[in-house]
Every structure is written in C-alpha cells, then in structure tokens.
C-alpha cells in the first residue's frame, strides 16, 4: 500500500534525475524555467498596466 513518499525515497529520485542528466544540463533547465517564469510575471504587469 502507498503511504507517501519519504526523505530517502526523494533522495534516491534526486539522484537517479542528476545521474540521467547530469549537473550542467539540469542547472541550464532550471535557468531557462526561471527566465520563462519571469517573462510570464512582467506580460502580466504590462498587460495590467494598459488596463489601467
């Protein structure tokens, strides 16, 4: 039966995510998603801002 997920069981997904793609390809993911989401935040204040 499940009963969640633990630290450990988090851990090893970590690790086996790191081993798949290695370091430098998952630091530029998490750029290229943090550059996405600020985008995302600024057309949402000019859109605002023309509202207004």
């Known amino acids: 039966m ?3 997920i633990n630290f450990g ?13 290695g370091t430098k390809r998952l630091r530029d993911i998490g750029g290229d998603i943090g550059a996405a989401v600020r985008n ?3 057309g949402l204040q000019e859109e605002d801002e023309k509202e207004s």
Request: no cysteine; hydrophobic share 75%.
């Open 2 to 4: 499940f009963r969640g």
């Open 9 to 21: 069981s988090l851990l090893l997904i970590f690790l086996i995510v790191v081993v798949l793609f």
């Open 40 to 42: 995302f935040r600024k």
